[in-house]
């Protein structure tokens, strides 16, 4: 499954600075069973907008992490609150339901 959510950088943050803390939480994070990645984007014409988009083997794993508290990524996402809103987009199958178009390169 993926899970999604847009962030917003406010003014006198970078994406930069919400990038570093990204990093550092998602190594940690990707530690939990089940994770299988994640990616950060950002909006071509804002930089301050970015997507953030993590990869699980299932919605149960990725409940799992979010109910085991480390203090640790606690601290890292609060260290960045203040200088961003986030806005959760949602959850979505990754594996279960993909459409892609047919291949045109024959």
Known sequence: MLYLFEVHIKPGYTAEDYADAWVRASELIQQAPG???TRLHR???D???LI???EWDSKVERDAMEQH???EV???I???APFCE???IGEFDAAEWVVLPPDRGA
């Open 43 to 45: 909006k071509l014409d």
């Open 52 to 54: 953030a988009i993590a």
């Open 74 to 76: 606690a601290a890292i």
């Open 78 to 80: 609060r260290s960045a």
């Open 35 to 37: 994770a299988r990645g």
């Open 47 to 49: 930089p301050s907008v």
């Open 69 to 71: 508290h480390n203090p």
């Open 86 to 88: 986030i806005r959760p």
